[in-house]
């Protein structure tokens, strides 16, 4: 008799798909005494089983020269996040080997399609913005030539009513040309009389 026909494990969704070799921050419940707290663990993923209980992967940090271990099941409900750092390029399902290596030496390559992928991701983000960002411009240059032509109509209107101003001012004027011109000569009719 199977254990999963009589209760089907329920796997964490917050996990995502980890492989051996993969660089990961798994963020967990501590209980200690009457409190409950969070704990980071950034480390190498060294094994990976998958099992009838749901599995569990092992990860491995170097501190302070001291290498711990610890081992997440996959179903684990303490598990509040994994998050993959980065994936690195192994050619093996269980990484014991890292274990006598020294800090310099256990370090991997990282995998490359790994790498395309978050380039051609952060590309198309990037695309994207660009797309944003010249709707942007030609929104605002709209805007703009809308509110050049009001101001060309409303220069239009004001040189309008300007020239008839002028037009208005000139007429004013040429009366007044003609009244100062007609007492001028009338006062030269009078100068040429006294003398």
């Known amino acids: ?107 991997l390559k990282e995998r490359r399609e790994k790498i395309v992928e978050k380039a051609s991701a952060a590309e198309a983000a990037t695309e994207e913005a660009v797309v944003d960002e010249e709707a942007v411009v030609e929104e605002a240059a709209a805007e703009e030539a809308v509110v050049d032509e009001e101001a060309v109509t409303e220069e239009t209107v004001v040189a309008e009513t300007t020239t008839a101003e002028a037009v208005a001012e000139e007429t004013v004027s040429d009366e007044d040309v003609a009244e100062r011109a007609a007492t001028d000569e009338a006062a030269a009719e009078e100068v040429k009389e006294t003398e």
Not at 9 to 37: L, M, W, Y
């Open 1 to 107: 008799m199977n254990v999963n026909s009589i209760s089907p494990v329920k796997v964490n969704p917050k996990i995502p798909q980890i492989s051996p070799g993969d660089t990961v921050r798994v963020s967990f419940k501590i209980k200690e005494a009457n409190r409950e707290r969070v704990q980071t663990l950034l480390g190498l993923v060294v094994r990976v089983r998958k099992g009838a209980s749901g599995g569990n992967f092992t990860v491995r940090r170097v501190t302070y020269g001291i290498g711990v271990e610890h081992t997440f099941p996959f179903a684990s409900p303490l598990l509040e996040n994994v998050e993959v750092v980065r994936h690195g390029k192994v050619r093996r399902a269980k990484l014991y080997f890292i274990r006598r290596l020294s800090a310099r030496e256990a370090r």
